[in-house]
């Protein structure tokens, strides 16, 4: 442990200690919910996707529904697979996703005020 909370300030990171195992962590428990409203927004047409990102909250939606039960959830999961995943648009590895790679549309210095492309 000591290793890890030492290495995680030299590549930039905040350690976060578990006291207990907990399922998803620390960050993605929290990160979960988020996640979900988020992909919730743009899924019901609220949000643009340039807001949220993409593999990682596709997996949070397809996983955190084992049920079934929650409707708004499986919107999210199926907007994401149908709109992305199927596309195989996944992010940077891919060269698309919410944006277009190697040259997002969040690094133009216009992005954030809404002049980007």
Sequence with gaps: MTLVRGFAPSINQIPMVLRKENHGYIFNAMYSPLNAA???LVANGVALVHDVGLVTALHIAESSNVTGDDLQNRKNA???????????????????GFYTYPNPAYRDPDFLMGKGK
């Design 38 to 40: 988020a992909i919730a």
């Design 78 to 96: 199926e907007f994401l697979k149908r709109e992305y995943a199927d596309k195989g648009w996944l992010g940077v590895k891919t060269g698309r």
